[in-house]
């Protein structure tokens, strides 16, 4: 029992920071999709699509190491991977911009080359700041974690509503004429949705001062010897990032290439890489528990030597995660008549709205496969987590590929979601021979199955007179109903968490 207080408490503090700093740039969305045309956002959900691929090259898997590594001598690996982190992160970013205009042409956008530098930028601050973010979370100061991801956001919100909200709308006359000229000039339209590009720029840069005391900390050190320790262990992680990442935004790499031409009429293929990509970011709330809680558990099962980080714990602690991402799956799928409307200003970005339950379903049932990943990582053997995440990335280009020409963009949710079951199911697999954990996965699959059953309930019943808020949910307050019975010890008044 105090293992789960520990961790949802924990997973509780780093939500908030996720669940507010997401929920603030999830308002972007509404931003974005009321300034710009789904064609004209098509760059950003493209270069946000390599970037996060990139951002994985940059820190190859240092940040899992750093945890692994950091219970034997903490400073000394923080200084040594800090350093790799700093040395790596310069050489890529001087070759991205050496290479930037003629990168930038053959992605179709030439003459944006300093997109792309303002992107290099982005990834080497992430880079060399996620090893000072990843010392806060092994020595739990949680407050200042969360303090410096929430302003770093604030300011991106902040910079955003200036260029998008507050320039641009001047510059196109929407405020009236009565501005003086140097106001009108202050926005660029050549530049358009790059502003979105700046913002982050200037955000991620406000991080070097709240993180000021872990780089004062710091000092430059190199031994090849233990860098080989920290690579070997580290380099399939990285894989296994890549093709996890691959495998998440590898579908909108591929839309737009093997989309037919008038698959939906009157929209271009960008159209629809723009609707499939927004319609994508409401699957932000699955993302938003599977990282707050990959924030407290990722240090407390690998960073320490205790016998709370137990199999059996860890069992407990999945169960309870399968529980609260089905919740959150039924939720916003019952809900998603009035989210799209508050989110999605443009019509024209609802058509897509179909993908939302199918991605987040794919979410959860990633969650579960980073969960039961523990086992490699503890046990040595992350290359057998690279063999895993590469099988399921070749079952989404596959499926992309054959399936898009046929399906459009459904076929990307779909594929997706076939690539996160059989990674979680050869995960559980791995992890029964190697390191067996007594998961209760028939507790699990039931609660699944409920779930859609739940989804399914709303559409079944939505013709109805009755209110949509209660017909869309009614399916989510019967398992709520029988969570409550099933999980919670009702004896003597007050409800407690049955363990077994």
């Not at 710009?36 to 098509?42: I, K, N, T, V, Y």
């Not at 919100?157 to 000039?185: C, R």
């Not at 970011?281 to 407390?300: D, G, H, N, T």
């Not at 996160?420 to 609660?447: F, H, N, V």
Request: a positive charge; charged letters at 10%.
């Amino acid at each position: 029992m105090s293992i789960l207080k520990k961790l949802a408490g924990e997973t509780l503090s780093y939500g908030f920071s996720t669940i507010l700093g997401r929920s603030l740039n999830f308002l972007l969305v509404f931003v974005h999709t009321w300034a710009f045309l789904p064609a004209e956002l098509g760059i950003n959900v493209k270069l946000y699509g390599y970037m996060a691929i990139a951002n994985i090259i940059y820190t190859y898997g240092m940040e899992t190491a750093y945890f692994r590594f950091a219970k034997e001598a903490h400073q000394k690996y923080y200084n040594i991977i800090l350093s790799a982190i700093i040395l790596s992160s310069g050489l890529f970013t001087l070759i991205l911009f050496l290479f930037s205009d003629p990168l930038m042409a053959q992605l179709g956008y030439a003459g944006k080359g300093v997109f792309l530098k303002w992107l290099a930028l982005i990834l080497a601050i992430d880079a060399i700041t996620a090893i000072p973010f990843a010392r806060l979370r092994l020595e739990q100061k949680i407050k200042k974690f969360v303090l410096a991801k929430i302003i770093s956001i604030l300011i991106n919100v902040g910079l955003n509503l200036f260029f998008l909200v507050g320039l641009k709308p001047l510059h196109d006359g929407l405020w009236g004429a009565n501005w003086p000229h140097f106001l009108h000039d202050l926005y660029d339209p050549s530049i358009g949705a790059g502003y979105i590009f700046l913002a982050n720029l200037l955000a991620n840069a406000s991080l070097f001062y709240w993180l000021g005391a872990e780089f004062k900390s710091f000092q430059w050190e190199w031994s090849w010897a233990e860098f080989k320790s920290l690579w070997i262990y580290s380099y399939p992680i990285m894989f296994m990032s890549l093709a996890a990442m691959f495998n998440v935004m590898f579908d909108r790499l591929l839309l737009e290439e093997y989309l037919p031409e008038g698959f939906y009429p009157g929209q271009s293929s960008q159209d629809a890489l723009g609707i499939y990509g927004n319609c994508y970011k409401l699957s932000v709330f699955m993302s938003l528990a599977i990282q707050a809680f990959k924030y407290s558990a990722e240090p407390f099962f690998l960073g320490q030597k205790n016998s709370s980080n137990s199999k059996e714990n860890l069992a407990l602690v999945t169960h309870w995660f399968v529980i609260v991402c089905t919740f959150l799956w039924v939720g916003v799928s019952s809900n998603l008549f009035w989210i799209q409307q508050l989110f999605l200003k443009r019509a024209i970005y609802w058509e897509g709205i179909g993908v939302v339950p199918i991605l987040l379903l794919a979410n959860l049932l990633l969650g579960i496969y980073y969960t039961q990943s523990v086992w490699f990582k503890q046990t040595n053997k992350t290359y057998m987590g690279t063999i895993i995440t590469l099988v399921g990335l070749t079952v989404t280009i596959l499926g992309n590929i054959i399936w898009i020409p046929v399906y459009g963009y459904m076929a990307c949710a779909w594929s997706f979601l076939l690539s996160s079951a059989i990674m979680t199911l050869m995960c559980y697999w791995g992890g029964q021979i190697y390191d067996p954990t007594p998961y209760r996965w028939k507790e699990m699959l039931l609660y699944l199955v409920l779930g859609a059953l739940a989804i399914i309930s709303g559409r079944l019943l939505v013709d109805i007179r009755i209110p949509k808020l209660l017909s869309q949910n009614v399916g989510l307050l019967l398992l709520l109903l029988f969570m409550m019975l099933k999980e919670l010890d009702w004896k003597g008044g007050k409800p407690s968490i049955k363990i077994n």
